[in-house]
């Protein structure tokens, strides 16, 4: 049923979005210049922009996220851990566009001097400097990779917490009589007991952080290139679609329906290596 | 986890049913609900019969304002009329039209020729109201500033970066301006707007404008993008040196300055109704009512004025949405037009309105 429904999806937005595919074939996938009043269409950059905000989004997610949950299933006192992990829920319930409005009026304004300081600090460092490099707006790829933070952590975290709570007490104990501190237990006994539930999770949370549509939208700050300024601004397959869609006919809807095609493709390719490695890791455990 | 899995998937294509359920009912809305009501048709209190119908438009969010004044009012008149307009952009107005969704369509645009083949038959155009879109600035005491089609098209590119440019300091003589470093301020989202001042400096700076116009345009990278008109005011408005095309009233309402522009008379003028309808005098018509205010001929003229139109098919198919629709559009063009003023948007002048009056009563409408 829901494969005939993703089906029915895709085969219904490749034919909207052919116009496009025809007119432009291979390029719509492997150039960067993205021109709607020239009717050049080029999707890479939005691409890069995915990747690398969700990359941003996932670096800052993923250790605090695992933080929280060991926390919550193995460190916090009982009565607690309801209430921090209805905490951490909450956040899950906060509407996108709500983070996407309380990113650029108030941590793009604030966190540019942040960066500033940061290029400043890291200028004389060859690669980082180029990475870091100001100045910045306070709008761009990093901070749309902080809100998708915000908004991936409580989703990771819940599972991990849930998987963390399935490793068996008598591992855990097994772990402690052979001498262990609560760290040397947590990397023998949870860590390996988890790895492919972490995996999942990281990966729903890679989902969630690539189709964020609105609170990217506004952050990113929308400028269709690829640059390896991180500070800078970019654009997000996602984040251009909203943008662009209204105002959009003719061969522009059908190259903005074709960059959804495409970030589907993406998040179905993302899942599949996940249930890979997911598989792979079941072997082995 | 994958039990897990396999429990969520119930609630997600139960969801995906709903959406889907949603979007049949949504589809079923352009079957006639409407009737009209025989009965008591007849001597309303303003004369006019009474109306039943519900019409549904959507398209450029520029005149929204506008129009949901316009038709809080006309419910007034004719309360068995429910009309509805939902937005989303000129482009998806079009579309709808195009797909037969809609019963009306906002366009800040004219139609593209090759897509006139996609319309189900011949459609209208109907004037409703203009703006002016201001140049907004942010300089702390300079309060006048003068700019001509030229120098915008400079900055807009980045051709001139900073703020005391001899080409600004020509046009401005007596005022100190500072050596701040400007940053533009363009739209993120598609938009009308964008379209309609990059058609500007088309027209009046063909020689210096090279990005060409569209409602999406490719700004150099070093400028930077709001979403639409309110986000690019809170840019313009918290950033010292930035500049941005806001229109009036968000840029009124955000408490901007903004910079008279010298039109095609080569006279200053201030964005405002007064000159925005002067601009629309000084347009000309074509047939069709399509006409272009941008860079607009006369001394009062503000050369950045942006049209927008609502776009309806000639013939009609149901009577009573019919008469509904014509009805409305009087009301939008004449009682609705003195409403206007109050919320930053100009009103026709008398010679068009007339002409749009009687392109209102050419629309067909089949009889019982």
Known sequence: ?285 | MYRKSARFTGPFAALVAVAMLAVGCGGADDTPTASTDNTSAGAAATGQPRLSATLNGSGATFPKSFYEVAIAGYQKVQPGVTVNYAGGGSGTGRQNLQDGVVDYAGSDGLVKAADVPKYKGEFLYIPTVSAPITVSYNLGDVKDLTLDADTIAKIFQRQIKKWDDPAISALNPGTRLPATDITVAHRSDGSGTTENFTLYLVAAAPNTWTLKSGATVEWPADTQAGNGNQGVAQIVKGTAGAIGYVDLSDAKASGLQFAKVKNKAGKAVVPSVASTTAALDGAEVKADLSYNPLNAAGDGAYPITAPTWILVYKNQTDRAKGEALKSFLRYMVTDAQKLAEDIDYAPLPKSLQEKTISQIDSIFVPTP
């Open chain 1, 1 to 285: 049923m829901v494969l005939l429904i993703l089906g029915l999806i895709a085969v219904a937005t490749t034919r909207r979005a052919w116009p496009a595919f025809a007119d432009e074939g291979m390029r719509f996938f492997t150039t960067t210049r993205w021109a709607p009043n020239a009717e050049v269409f080029g999707s890479l950059p939005f691409v890069y922009g995915t990747v690398v905000t969700a990359v941003i989004a996932l670096v800052l997610a993923v250790p605090v996220s695992v933080g929280i949950a060991l926390f919550l299933s193995d460190v916090a006192p009982r009565r607690l851990r309801r209430p921090v992990s209805s905490l951490v829920d909450l956040l899950a319930a906060i509407p996108s566009v709500v983070y996407g409005l309380w990113g650029v009026i108030v941590l793009a304004p604030w966190i540019t001097g942040v960066y500033d300081r940061i290029s400043d600090i890291t200028s004389p460092v060859p690669v980082l400097s180029t990475l870091f490099a100001g100045p910045s707006t306070g709008r761009g790829l990093f901070t749309a990779g902080i809100i998708l933070a915000l908004m991936v952590t409580p989703i990771i975290t819940s599972i991990t917490r849930e998987v963390f709570d399935t490793v068996p007490a008598m591992a855990k104990e097994a772990a402690y009589a052979l001498g262990s501190t609560r760290w040397e237990m947590i990397r023998a006994a949870v860590f390996p007991h988890s790895r492919a539930g972490m995996i999942g999770a990281v990966m729903l949370g890679l989902g969630r952080a690539m189709g964020e549509t609105i609170a990217a939208a506004l952050v990113i700050g929308s400028s269709a290139r690829i640059t390896a300024q991180l500070f800078g601004s970019g654009d997000s397959m996602a984040a251009v679609i909203a943008n662009e869609f209204g105002e959009s006919g003719g061969l522009h809807r059908a190259a903005l329906i074709g960059l959804g095609v495409e970030l589907f493709a993406l998040t179905i390719l993302v899942n599949v290596i996940a249930r890979v490695i997911i598989a792979r890791g079941r072997r082995h455990a």
